[in-house]
């Protein structure tokens, strides 16, 4: 008797389909040069039929690698506190907006007073006459038939509805009024918020000089111990215990290096600009 084993058959309604699936243009491709090779009466055909062949599967390519620094760098900060507060306002796109928002009301508003005024309007037209039958002309006009013809104009506009237009003023300067509250609240809440996030850098400044100080005091108290343990002074417990503690603080100053590059980027999102460049 055998030992091994048996797979029952397997009845479906899709028993009767192909199980082999179409061809990729990749494999059609491979399995043509896997042929043997072709007589040469059959060659033509075969040379048309790879000519006419979709193009292969492309090939893939390996990723490019991703370097990734071991320890965080702290970004340089080239820019003064005044030449930042000047960038917030000349280079920050709400501020430029509420500007030209301004400017364009304060333009209506004087327009709007313009239009107010009495319109005075001196013009010339000219007329171009064709000459007309003798028998179709006036008797007073035949004189001027055909004979192009200059008239001089005169156009006065009185402005009736003076409300109508005092009201465009009035609306044109609040709207100028408004938008020029609107730019000093925006200016405000810039230079607040930019003073909020100097106050967060200059506080993460500090400690990543903190920690940096605690990690020195710990890497020589790591020395002394490390002797101290070779002498047998020590056990191995406090050993592990300061390294640890050199962990905690190198991990919270690099946490303090993240928060100061944060900062930095918020100071850039608010002039719109690099610092650093």
Known sequence: MRSGFFLPPVFSRSAALPLLRRPTPCSAVLSLLRRPVPAPADLPRTV???RHAPSPCPIPRPNPPISVPDSLERLPLSWSESMALD??????????????????????????????????GIGLQYSLIGKKPEDMSMGSMS?????????????ISLPIFRKKYNAQQR???????????????????????YIRITQQLEDAARKIDLYQKQYDLSLATY??????????????????????????YHLKKSEAIAEYNTQIAG???????????
């Not at 004189?143 to 156009?155: A, I």
């Not at 609040?174 to 938008?179: A, E, P, V």
Request: hydrophobic residues 35%; charged residues 25%.
């Open 48 to 50: 048309r039929h790879l």
């Open 267 to 277: 100071i850039e999102k608010l002039i719109s600009t690099s610092v650093n460049e």
């Open 223 to 248: 020395q002394l111990i490390v002797r101290e343990f070779s002498t047998g002074s020590t056990t191995l417990t406090d050993v592990i215990q300061v390294e640890r503690q050199m962990l905690d």
């Open 143 to 155: 004189g001027m038939n055909g004979k192009d013809m200059f008239m001089p104009m005169l156009k």
């Open 171 to 193: 609306e044109s300067k609040h709207y100028w009024k408004s938008s020029e509250l609107k730019y000093e609240n925006t200016m405000n809440q810039l230079q607040a918020e």
């Open 87 to 120: 960038s917030v306002i000349s280079n920050n796109p709400m501020l430029t907006m509420l500007e030209a928002e301004g400017n364009a009301y304060r333009a209506k508003a004087e327009m709007d007073k313009k239009m107010s005024y009495p319109m005075l």
